[in-house]
């Protein structure tokens, strides 16, 4: 293969990637644009992409619709607060999976992974049937609780500790360290490229979380943000600047938590191609 057809084919592939980035951020920079858009300029055609006069205001407006600012708060609560025992609780059983040996491990975690194929719709009925019975409905422990237990973060984290050498446990056991101390020790410090990876995807689950939200609490003191910002979305018209202000407040909280967990998240997906 000569030179040239090399230099080709990276140039085809570069005109490519550069197309789907385009448009895959498109949607992104549009509603970001739309934030500072009066109501007029939003919808005006041909499209103005660029706004003739940044309008704030519309992040003011929000509060006309729901209270953005503790439901925002309680997006936090619940987002962090699950995420962080879905990590403690994920790490944990994928260690037993993958490095305590006991009879019927194997059969255990296939049924363990069968829950994967159920559609968390079709288990929302029984587990509100369970929390109400609890009286947890309306309750902040509702909405956390659900999301501590998923079968793909063990899944993953289980994958990834196979692949840690059971000589650093075997040393650390010479030592005189317990199961607990090696998990903290030595599992848990090479796994964090993974942990990062697991935590974006929890943490933006979480927060994008609609539907349980929705079936769990009827109090408004308890509202979540995306549960608000379906408000804004009203029967007969839409105030769509406002609509999208309230997306680009929703989407903030996200691209912290990836800035981050990105050098490990990075990291964790250059592993998994070299593996």
Known sequence: MTNNTIRLKNLATHILLIIASTILV?????MVSGAFKDSLEVV???PVWIPTHFNFDNFIEIEKYFPIFHSLWNSVVVSVVSTGLQLVVCAM???????IPFKGREALFFLFLITLMVPMQVTMTPLFIIFQKLHLVNTMAGLILPGIFSAYGTFLLRQHMIGIPNSLMEAAFIDGASYFQVFRKVILPLSKPVLATLLI????GSWNN????LIITSDTNLMTLPLGLSKLQGRWATEWNVLMAGNVVSFIPIFIVYLFAQKHFIKGITMSGIK
């Open 44 to 46: 005006k055609m041909p």
């Open 26 to 30: 498109f949607p992104f920079l549009w």
């Open 201 to 204: 995807f929890s943490f933006m």
């Open 210 to 213: 609609f539907l349980w939200p």
């Open 93 to 99: 059983a994928a260690f037993v999976f993958a490095k």
